[in-house]
C-alpha cells in the first residue's frame, strides 16, 4: 500500500475507521519515518551480520506488515502496521545496492 493508494483510500478510510484526514495523514507518514529513521542503523547493522540476511528478514516483514495492514481494526493498528512496513523496506532499500554491486564485478557494471 504505497502513498498514492492511501491518497486514494483516504475518504473510505476516514469513514471506516470513523476519523478525520489530518489523522488519516499519519498512514502514509508512518510508512515514511518506519523506512527512514532505521536507514542508516540498518546499513551498519548489515555490515555486521550480512546484507542477504537483513535483506531476506526485509523481504518477510515487508508482507507481514502489509497483512497486518489488511486486517487492522484501528487507525493505531493501521499506523504501526505501516511502521512494520516501512522497517521491513528500510531492510530492502539498505542492502539492495550493495547486493547488486556484490553480484557483478566492476567490468560487467
Known amino acids: 500500500m504505497n502513498a498514492g493508494m492511501v491518497n486514494i483510500g483516504a475518504p473510505s478510510m476516514i469513514e471506516a475507521f470513523e476519523t478525520n484526514a489530518s489523522l488519516i495523514v499519519w498512514v502514509n507518514l508512518a510508512f515514511t519515518m518506519g523506512m527512514i529513521v532505521p536507514l542508516l542503523p540498518l ?50 532499500l539498505a542492502n539492495d545496492n550493495a547486493l547488486l554491486t556484490q553480484a557483478f564485478p566492476t567490468s560487467e557494471r
Open 43 to 92: 546499513s551498519r547493522i548489515s555490515d555486521v551480520f550480512g546484507r542477504k540476511r537483513l535483506y531476506l528478514l526485509g523481504a518477510l516483514i515487508v508482507p507481514a506488515g502489509l497483512g497486518l495492514s489488511a486486517v487492522s481494526q484501528d487507525l493505531s493498528q493501521l499506523i504501526m502496521a505501516r511502521v512494520v512496513t516501512g522497517v521491513g523496506s528500510s531492510m530492502i
